[in-house]
Each structure stands twice: as C-alpha cells, then as structure tokens.
Nanobody, 123 residues
C-alpha cells in the first residue's frame, strides 16, 4: 500500500509561484508513474501533469503547459510540481497520484491518491 502526502500549497498572488511536493511511502516509488490532478469548487477533477517512472516522459494539460513543471526524485521518493505564473483559474485542491498506468493522463488508472493540498491564487 502506497501512502502519498502533498505539501506546499497556499495563498499566492497572480503571477506568483508555488512548489508542491508529494512524498510517498510504503511502496516502490521508482516503479510508479506519478501524476498531479486538481479539482476546483463545483468542477470535476482534471489532469494537470504526469511523469513516468524513469522521469524521461512528461505530459501536461494545455492550460498549464509552459508554466508548470513536473519532476521526481526517486532517491527521495518524492514528486514535485513547480507552478509559475499562477493565475486565479489555477485555484483548486491539488492531488498527487501514483500507479502503474497505461494512459498517463487518465485519473481512473491511478491506484493511489493523496489527500490534496489547497492552492489559492488571488487576482
């Protein structure tokens, strides 16, 4: 069983930056694809970014491409999401997820989820 704990969320002004971390325990982190998803109030959960277990392949939602960067440190069992040039529409609860997935952008394929961290961007 894999446990995931997100951290790094908070309140930031538009144009600012935050770095989210996702610490994993209880499993073989280096074998899992890691993903970040978000859910805004009244909206469905949406894909943000994903990175395969080697770190060599990444994918991003069009809405964050060029502003967000996903990375991982397998030695530290931690995945990161660097978020720059934040916009009010990035406000959401951000979740990290882990799994051995075929479709990296599909949240349904991830087996393990964190509790989420709130990101609020003020205008």
């Amino acid at each position: 069983q894999v446990q995931l704990v997100e951290s790094g969320g908070g309140l930031v002004q538009a144009g600012g930056s935050l770095r989210l971390s996702c610490a994993a325990s209880g499993g073989t982190f280096s074998t899992y694809t890691m993903g970040w998803f978000r859910q805004a109030p009244g909206k469905e959960r949406e894909f943000v970014a994903t990175i395969e277990w080697t770190g060599s392949r990444t994918f991003y939602a069009d809405s964050v491409k060029g502003r967000f960067t996903i990375s991982r440190d397998n030695a530290k069992n931690t995945a990161y999401l660097q978020m720059n040039s934040l916009k009010p529409e990035d406000t959401a609860v951000y979740y990290c997820a882990a799994g051995r997935v075929a479709r990296m952008t599909s949240g349904h394929e991830y087996a393990y989820w964190g509790q989420g961290t709130q990101v609020t961007v003020s205008s």
